[in-house]
């Protein structure tokens, strides 16, 4: 699993982005604010103990029931690009 998520990274994005960042996420499951590391690749959610992804990752969205919200959260916070929300999207649909 580990494997899988380290590379769909960019080795440089790190180095774009600098000094480690807090993001904010909203929990799919009950709607808090939740707060990332920018350098975790997980964490959970404080009030409900969900394990909340920093990103969506197509193998997450294929089995994830709030794939969806998850991926509209991260549109909406710019944390995601559009193209990349649109391929994830379709991959919700033909599950
Ligand atoms: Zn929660």
Known sequence: ?????????CPGIKNIIGPVQIIM??????GEEVEF?????ETSCQKCGRTLHQ???SSCVSWCKYAE???EDLEKRKLLPNTRA????RLIEMK
């Open 37 to 41: 590391f920018s350098d975790e690749n």
């Open 69 to 71: 919200k998850c991926i």
């Open 1 to 9: 699993m580990k494997g899988i998520l380290s590379f769909k990274h």
């Open 55 to 57: 990103e969506a990752t």
């Open 25 to 30: 996420r909203t929990c799919p499951a009950c």
């Open 86 to 89: 649109e391929e994830l999207k």
